[in-house]
């Protein structure tokens, strides 16, 4: 056996006097509730989760209810927490899980990582806190901490630097506590060893960290070098009839895959295009929204018209304007429909 890292020592202490035991997903081996908690943990602080896994659990108890569900109820659940494509895979793991795997997760993180939309560090996170095996994180906090911690040059995501941290990572894990040595790297990560303003007065390692004996916080680990970030713009139509909007469900995968938004395109084009008459057309204030890869600008046009077409026709719905802020649409699209609310429709 070999002998025990002083890092991982240190954090093994420290998680059990000062880390985090209050989540709603700790204190459990369900494997569903612990992969539901880390799908949405992706990219997604703890704060804005919780609620989120809340009403999750609510409506889908189980990964036999969620494979069960129709895919827009997924959605609807899962609109306001961006990427929406780990909703979709979401419901697509479950399936899998009940359809391959007899409603059971399987307990490897080899076989975990097989599941829609699960890579290795978090089939390695569903593995320790599910079921005790010894496998190693490395999500966008543990690299923060490795990188600063032990003086990683370069940035993170480079084939040459991710591998190097990967050994790291695997040359690190503890011969036993291997739960609470993984949430006291999530903890650490999440509270202390931040991107801005870390705490290195509180921190467990800050002895033997690099980056803090070298006063590199702040350039650890190395940025992305920059490309230019592209410009896209649309308008998007809001036919009202004066108490409600028509919304359209856009395909289940692409941008905001299965939720409803207005339409795109050239007003009259639209209203053409769904049969309808336009009224009174009247330009409301742009909005920007920045994805990960693109920034948008949406040119919303508040459209007066009669209630012509009938929902569900090309996937078209009338929705009621005090609800539709909360009928599974974007983030953006919720500030849109908002302002049309405000304004009487």
């Known amino acids: 056996m070999a002998a025990p890292n002083p890092f991982t020592e240190h954090l093994i202490a420290w998680q ?21 908690s880390e799908i949405m943990l992706q990219q997604t602080q703890v704060a804005t989760v919780i ?81 005790g095996r010894r496998a190693a994180i490395l999500d966008g906090n ?7 911690q032990f003086g990683i040059e370069g940035f993170p995501g480079a084939k040459k630097v991710h591998d190097r941290l990967w050994d790291l990572a695997e040359t690190l894990l503890p011969e036993r506590a291997i739960e609470v040595y993984t949430q006291g790297l999530m903890d650490l990560g999440a509270t202390l060893c931040t991107r801005s303003r870390p705490r290195c007065g509180d921190c467990p390692v800050a002895a033997d960290c690099v980056a803090r004996r070298d006063g590199r916080q702040g350039e650890l680990p190395e940025a992305k070098p920059r490309a230019a970030v592209p410009e896209r713009t649309s308008t998007f139509v809001l036919l009202s009839d004066g108490s ?11 941008l905001w895959g299965g939720l409803l938004v207005p339409p795109e395109g050239d007003p009259a084009t639209v209203a053409s295009r769904f049969g309808l008459t336009l009224g009174e057309a009247r330009p409301l204030p742009p909005l920007k929204h920045a994805f990960t890869h693109f920034r948008l600008t949406l040119l919303p046009v508040l459209c007066r018209v009669a209630a012509g077409v009938q929902a569900g026709e090309q996937g078209l719905e009338w929705v009621e304007l005090a609800r539709a802020a909360d009928a599974g649409v974007p983030t953006p699209i919720k500030k849109l429909i908002r302002l049309v609310a405000s304004s009487g429709g």
């Open 16 to 36: 059990k006097t000062a880390g985090r035991h209050d989540l709603p997903w700790q204190k459990t081996r369900d494997p569903y509730r612990i992969w539901l």
């Open 51 to 131: 609620p989120y896994y809340a009403r999750f659990l609510g409506s889908f108890p189980d990964v036999q209810a969620l494979a069960a569900a129709p895919i827009e109820a997924v959605i609807e659940h899962w609109a306001g927490l961006g990427y929406y494509a780990r909703a979709r895979n979401l419901h697509r793991c479950a399936r899998q899980v009940v359809e391959v795997h007899g409603g059971q997760f399987p307990q490897t993180e080899a076989t975990l990582e097989t599941l829609p939309g699960i890579g290795r560090s978090t089939a390695a996170a569903i593995a320790a806190f599910a079921f």
């Open 244 to 254: 409600r909007l028509l919304l359209e469900r856009r395909p289940p995968s692409g």
């Open 142 to 148: 543990v690299k923060r901490v490795l990188c600063r």
